[in-house]
């Protein structure tokens, strides 16, 4: 039976310096979104699950165990979020997402403030995320690995930009700064990418 796999990063792990640095993408990627993956594999192995995609898989997590829930949020988070970023990205979107982006929330850099502090006030581990619902676009935050395609969270619909604000994600270099972490996220952010997703989602 077919297995998750942990994705190839689109880029070299050193391809978001200096606001990411490549040791942290080496150990975030290797170590934990492997672990995540194999911890999900091993849980569903001999099970109905076995064979099933993530997405059915989340979007009825209610009725599997916190296992499946938090290795099952770990593999599908993390393999989103890789997709988001890139190395010379960032700026601002444009197109379409950049006009709901500004009808929703009267600017760019009104999103972004949004979007930081629901990145900043996590408490303890958790993603904040940029989520369609409903047609609208909405910003949320989840703990854990917990994310919008779950049928548990607060908010539900289709993520289409993910933080992940865990320590492991910035303590190399940024320690207890994770406000520096979140500044700096906004010079990688892949908007192609969160545009497809966007367009994909509608
Ligand atoms: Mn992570």
């Not at 039976?1 to 080496?26: G, N």
């Amino acid at each position: 039976m077919s297995k998750f796999e942990v994705p190839a990063l689109p880029y070299s792990f050193d391809a978001l310096e200096p606001h990411i640095d490549a040791r942290t993408m080496e150990i975030h990627h290797g170590k934990h979104h492997g672990g995540y993956t194999n911890n999900l594999n091993a849980a569903i192995e001999g099970t109905d699950l076995e064979g099933t995609s993530i997405e059915s898989i989340l979007s009825n997590i209610s009725n599997h165990s916190a296992v499946v829930r938090n290795n099952g949020g770990g593999f599908f988070n993390h393999s989103l979020f890789w997709t988001v970023l890139g190395a010379n990205k960032g700026g601002e979107p444009t197109g379409d997402l950049a006009e709901v982006i500004n009808s929703t929330f009267g600017s760019f850099s009104e999103f972004q403030s949004q979007f930081a502090k629901a990145a900043a006030t996590r408490f303890g581990s958790g993603w904040a995320w940029l989520v369609l619902v409903d047609g609208k676009l909405v910003v949320s935050s989840t703990p854990n690995q917990d994310n919008p395609m779950m049928d548990v969270v607060e908010v539900k619909g289709t993520p289409i930009l993910g933080l992940d604000v865990w320590e492991h994600a910035y303590y190399l270099n940024y320690q207890n700064r994770r406000p520096d972490y979140i500044s700096a996220f906004w010079n990688v952010v892949n908007w192609d990418e969160v545009s497809r997703r966007f367009s994909e989602a509608k």
